[in-house]
């Protein structure tokens, strides 16, 4: 049996040539192999681009990753004893390797069988001078540095640089703070984002209490968990023999930004109304289930909402022609205010003192030459007697601050439409509005999408949290996978858009309400570049692609403290807004073959640790390079292999099997059918 001392120079490979705080280089030994050595009792490549060597320091180790090998032209060769002496001096090739210093492998403790256990740790507080050995690390010290870490809990694979050595993670660190798969077309990245999601929930080895929401833009995780038990599947055209559902976005639940972004609505006329109309439909007003009182009573304070904005405007007492829009509108609210038998002596009463007030201002402007401009004190009447009757129709303080047009309260298509129509009308709005109120129009007569965002009288916010979100089951565990893949490029987004934010603003609720406590919800986002594309900030218009990365940008700033994890699958990292992949705290790189992406995720590591990243041009399919929160050190990761019935539908096309072997016609009648909705009785729905 070696002592220590002997076992160490068994491991020696060279000396220390060159040092400084980012780059190590060492004179290999002669008797160093060139390919192979077996010092560590196994075969081991060595030395090798990306393999790990080792220095002595105070209570362990230094470790390094070999960035570069090179030859160098000695002018006498190095002998190796007295038997050497002999030998011509003529130029001698040596070896010398390039080492970017990563951090200490201490000694942790002793193990029964007397096994030296070892702990990995960033950084570097002292280091190894000219002329101190380097030495091969052992197949132990390779696991240590490679497994080393508390609650890794997750095998994704096998590190090939470390004797295979198990690579694990922390599924808190993992998704918690937001992980990005990035890769080529064929890389493995699907397969990978497929396999964190199903070996975490193996891990548990009990039931599971999670919930990841795939966003899936081409179809291709329907089939990825059909095994696992609570798997909600939606899709645009559902399927009963696959046990897809329908999916439902209700247009109640879209908010303002996300109806403008739909209508391009202008920002001088277009969106007050829309704000205005979304307030006044949330609030019941078109709702033909109200009765008369309600209705004036919801109409009184919708002009007493429009009053108070054309006085912070000053448009009464503006230039001409804006006293005479002003003018306009009382006219039009006062032949809208009609008494109904229903009303009561008192409700009357007010009625009549508001008409009397406007009246007054009217017939004053009513003559040839009239003066337009009012004066505060006119309009303060006016503003008065509404309130007045406000409360005389049996308004609040409390619910007379007007509705958020934010909040998800039901309403139809048409009674939206009703309440744009008018609500223009009362903000003399109506000649621009048009345009809007055509989009709306279209999109409520669009048969593909009337299954997806139509109203339904039984389907409240609460199932389709449960539905979305999280089921209420005794298993509480679910996958979400809602197939996005024949929507319209910009419905898209806005479906997108909607799923995501109310998935972070439930979760927000859900933290208020359980005084602190988090619903742990991760979001999984196929084809991020898609959705979450780098835009312009500059501009004020609201585009679908902008409104839906916006909020992608929130849940990534602001998803953590509430539960809700980010993971991104994108092949064009450059395409990607700069905030939410600056808010990704770990990275899996498959092979990335384009400059600008590679330019970028270089930016994502410290220079000494880039050396690792010059392989992702040539890293085969499944192999990936692990780095950020959930690994102390950038490692190269071989994937572990995903079955085949459970891999994401994104094979390569076989053309020359297709083309050499294939017999069969295509059914165009079947696709055009099926394309035009022929026979399609999802389509009798009301909106």
Not at 171 to 184: E, S, W
Not at 406 to 430: C, D, H, K, Q
Not at 451 to 469: G, K, R, T
């Amino acid at each position: 049996m070696m002592s220590p001392i002997e076992n160490s120079e068994s491991l020696r490979v060279g000396t220390i040539d060159f040092i400084s705080p980012d780059e190590i280089k060492v004179l290999l030994d002669i008797e160093v192999p060139n390919d192979v050595t077996l010092n560590t009792g196994v075969p081991r490549s060595f030395p090798r681009i990306n393999g790990y060597v080792l220095f002595s320091c105070e209570n362990g180790y230094l470790v390094g990753q070999i960035n570069w090998i090179t030859i160098e032209r000695s002018q006498y060769p190095k002998r190796r004893g007295i038997q050497d002496f002999g030998i011509i001096d003529l130029p001698f090739p040596l070896r010398i390797i390039s080492i970017n210093p990563l951090g200490v492998l201490r000694y942790s403790k002793q193990s029964t069988d007397g096994k030296i256990e070892y702990e990995f740790s960033r950084g570097i507080d002292l280091f190894p001078t000219v002329g101190d050995p380097a030495y091969l690390p052992t197949e132990e010290q390779l696991k240590a540095i490679i497994e080393n870490g508390e609650n890794r809990r997750v095998q994704i694979g096998t590190s090939p640089l470390c004797g295979n050595a198990v690579v694990s993670v922390d599924p808190d660190k993992l998704f918690g703070r937001h992980v990005a798969v990035l890769g080529n077309t064929g890389s493995g990245k699907s397969c990978s984002v497929a396999g964190l999601i199903r070996w975490s929930i193996e891990a548990t080895e009990k039931k599971a209490n999670s919930r990841f929401i795939i966003l899936d833009p081409n179809g291709e995780y329907s089939e990825c968990f059909s095994d696992f038990n609570n798997v909600n599947r939606f899709a645009v055209e559902p399927d009963d023999e696959k046990e897809i559902k329908q999916l439902k976005v209700p247009l109640w639940l879209w908010n303002t930004d996300e109806w403008i972004a739909f209508t391009q609505a202008g920002g001088k006329a277009q969106k007050p109304t829309l704000v205005q109309a979304l307030r006044s439909v949330r609030d019941g007003l078109f709702s033909p289930e109200i009765g008369e009182s309600v209705r004036t009573k919801n109409f009184l304070r919708t002009i007493y909402e429009i009053i108070e904005i054309e006085i912070k405007k000053g448009t009464p007492w503006a230039e001409f022609p804006k006293p005479k829009s002003f003018f306009e509108k009382l006219k039009k609210w006062n032949d809208s205010l009609v008494e109904n038998d229903d009303f009561t002596e008192e409700e009357k009463d007010a009625l009549n003192e508001i008409k009397n007030e406007i009246g007054q201002l009217i017939t004053a402007r009513s003559v040839q030459y009239p003066t337009m401009d009012f004066s505060r004190t006119e309009v303060t009447s006016v503003k008065d007697a509404i309130n007045k009757a406000y409360f005389a129709f049996g308004g609040t303080s409390k619910d007379f601050l007007p509705t958020d047009e934010n909040i998800p309260l039901p309403f139809t298509g048409e009674m939206f439409l009703s309440s744009i129509t008018a609500n223009a009308e009362l903000m003399g709005t109506s000649e621009y509005v048009e345009t809007m109120r055509m989009r709306v129009q279209t999109l409520l007569s669009d048969k593909h999408l009337k299954p997806v965002i139509s109203y339904e009288a039984d389907y409240s916010l609460e199932q389709w949290l449960e539905d979305y979100i999280c089921p209420k089951t005794e298993d509480s565990s679910a996958i979400t996978i809602i197939d996005l893949s024949l929507l319209p490029s910009e419905m898209t987004h806005i479906i997108a858009s909607v799923i995501a934010r109310m998935t972070l603003e439930s979760l927000q609720r859900y933290r208020k309400i359980n005084n602190g406590k988090t619903l742990p919800t991760t979001i999984v986002m196929e084809e991020a570049h898609t959705f979450i594309k780098r835009y312009n900030d500059d501009t004020e218009t609201y585009s679908a692609s902008s409104t839906c990365a916006k909020i992608f940008e929130k849940i990534a700033r602001e998803g953590r403290k509430f539960g809700l994890g980010l993971v991104l699958s994108s092949q064009r990292p450059s395409e990607l807004s700069p905030t939410v992949l600056s808010q990704c705290n770990t990275f899996l790189l498959h092979r990335i073959s384009n400059d600008r992406d590679q330019e970028l995720v270089h930016r994502l590591v410290p220079d000494n640790l880039r050396g690792l990243l010059r392989d992702l041009p040539s890293l085969p399919s499944r192999n990936a390079i692990l780095l950020g929160w959930a690994t102390e050190l950038p490692i190269l990761v071989q994937m572990k292999l995903l079955k085949k019935e459970f891999r994401p539908k994104s094979n390569d096309p076989e053309y020359w099997k297709y083309w050499t072997e294939n017999t069969e016609t295509v059914d165009w009648q079947t696709i055009a059918n099926d394309w035009q909705d022929k026979g399609n009785v999802n389509n009798q729905q009301n909106v």
